[in-house]
């Protein structure tokens, strides 16, 4: 049903141009979308024109918009308790924390806290506050292609160079290691046969004290943690192949490294587990989560840790703070979709849509093999690897194009029009980065294909 908006299209981008700043992720794009509404897999903009959104708030919503029971829950906790200072308890701040901590004991068999905040970022900035309190270092290694948030400590583990460049000299930036991105490996192997060749390259720093890393006579690590993605977000949904983790984490464990899991795009079961990390079968030391823990009905973050980690005496009042964090509506948000998830049966419905929608990426793949270098991905974390007609020169510039041309709103499904909301990543943006409602229906996964056909098919004439 059409709205009686405040200001039309027009004024929106007017007043955005001259008096908000350029320095968020808007003016990626010439002529930024306006959208108006949003239910289930679909936004909707002036003309209600239904767009089926394929990135969800990047990860953000992974229990589709509005989702009555998240919404209720956030509308009752407006209507009792919506602001109390972080200094003093309430209900849903606890019962969310227990329910995170019992899921960690249940999943890795480990006794663990939470602790909360704001933003995605933040849960780094704390989880970097732990591993300091705990190994007295500075020092960590993070993956090549990792993303962690853009506040100056997660930027300094952050890999991309462009996200530093503008603020001066990072002291503390991380020592990266290539991710397995098997498609494009740093080190030119095959991955049928490599035998996780990466992983022993990264091994190989702790041959000798030369190597810089560590001192064999003191057994003392100059890098005392490892920051990683168990899938790359922002650098692409690279997955890593089966068995990568376990080679990784039997060296970290041999010289005393923490792993730090960040969880925040891939958590929620995102890739058809509670956890990403679960895939792959290996126990962090400190997990990080944000993004869909409300359904990005309110912002909250946090980690959760181990007791070693994290124990009273160990990481003592104080430690760590905002004045939002554990904020109440958040945390009731939170504490609801923990619920629904413990009601719904995701670990079994996941893996049929997984496998449905990578039946259709893979016919586009045959279809448009001038267009596309790989699909593949986990869950309903997928990718779209776009290419020159070699298979293997990354194309940005069809990536681009496609994601604008979806934006238009013209293109056709069961003869009514429609639009497409599409992301992009990857080492060289050339990856459309597919996120789906974890509710999408079949329906909507055909729907998916067919429009991403009529996008390939416009770029094929």
């Known amino acids: 049903m059409l709205k009686t908006n405040l200001l039309t299209d027009e004024e929106i981008k007017a007043l955005d141009e001259r008096y908000c700043s350029w320095g968020d992720t808007v003016h990626y794009s010439k002529n930024p979308k306006v959208f108006r509404d949003c239910e289930g897999s679909f936004m909707y903009d002036s003309k209600d024109t239904p767009y089926l959104d ?6 953000s919503c992974n229990f589709g918009y509005k989702n009555k029971r998240i919404t209720n829950a956030v509308i009752d906790q407006i209507q009792t308790l919506p602001q109390i200072t972080p200094k003093h308890l309430y209900d849903y701040k606890v019962l969310l924390a227990q329910k995170i901590a019992q899921a960690n004991e249940k999943c890795f068999g480990e006794v663990g806290r939470v602790h909360f905040n704001v933003g995605g970022a933040q849960a780094t900035e704390d989880a970097l506050k732990v591993s300091r309190n705990y190994t007295h270092s500075q020092g960590i290694f993070a993956f090549m292609g990792g993303y962690h948030g853009r506040t100056m400590g997660a930027t300094s583990v952050t890999s991309s160079y462009r996200y530093r460049e503008r603020y001066g000299h990072f002291g503390d930036r991380a020592h990266f290691v290539p991710f397995p991105y098997c498609f494009r490996c740093h080190y030119g192997m095959k991955c049928e046969n490599c035998d996780f060749y990466c992983v022993k390259q990264f091994a190989k720093n702790f041959e000798s004290e030369y190597n810089s890393f560590y001192d064999s006579k003191t057994g003392n690590c100059e890098c005392k943690t490892f920051i990683a993605e168990p899938i790359l977000g922002t650098g692409g949904y690279i997955n890593p192949p089966k068995g990568y983790f376990k080679a990784l984490k039997k060296v970290l464990d041999d010289f005393g490294i923490m792993l730090i899991i960040d969880e925040i795009q891939m958590g929620m079961f995102r890739t058809g587990k509670l956890w990403a990390i679960e895939n792959y079968g290996i126990t962090p030391d400190v997990i990080t989560f944000a ?12 980690f959760w840790a181990k007791e070693k980690f994290i124990a009273p005496n160990v990481f003592p009042a104080g430690s760590a703070h905002s004045t939002y964090a554990s904020n109440p509506i958040g945390t009731r948000a939170g504490y609801e979709v923990m619920c629904l998830i413990e ?3 995701f670990e079994q419905t996941i893996p049929l849509k997984s496998k449905r929608f990578m039946n259709g990426l893979n016919y586009l793949k045959n279809k448009y093999p001038q267009f596309i270098g790989d699909v593949g991905g986990i869950g309903l974390a997928l ?3 776009l290419t020159q007609a070699d298979g293997i020169t990354p194309n940005r510039e069809l990536c681009d194009a496609m994601q604008e041309e979806g934006l238009k709103g013209n293109l056709t499904y069961n003869g009514k029009k429609c639009g497409l909301i599409l992301n992009n990543g990857g080492f060289y943006k050339n990856i459309i980065t597919l996120v789906p409602s974890l509710y999408i229906s079949d ?3 055909d729907m998916s294909i067919d429009l991403l056909d009529q ?3 416009r770029f094929a004439k």
């Not at 394929?54 to 990860?59: E, G, I, N, V």
């Not at 993004?291 to 946090?302: A, E, F, Q, R, V």
């Open 291 to 302: 993004k869909s823990i409300t359904n990005g009905m309110n912002p909250l973050s946090g």
């Open 54 to 59: 394929l990135q969800m708030w990047y990860a």
């Open 443 to 445: 329906e909507e996964i």
């Open 455 to 457: 996008l390939f098919a």
């Open 383 to 385: 990718r779209i690897e």
């Open 343 to 345: 009601d719904e049966n």
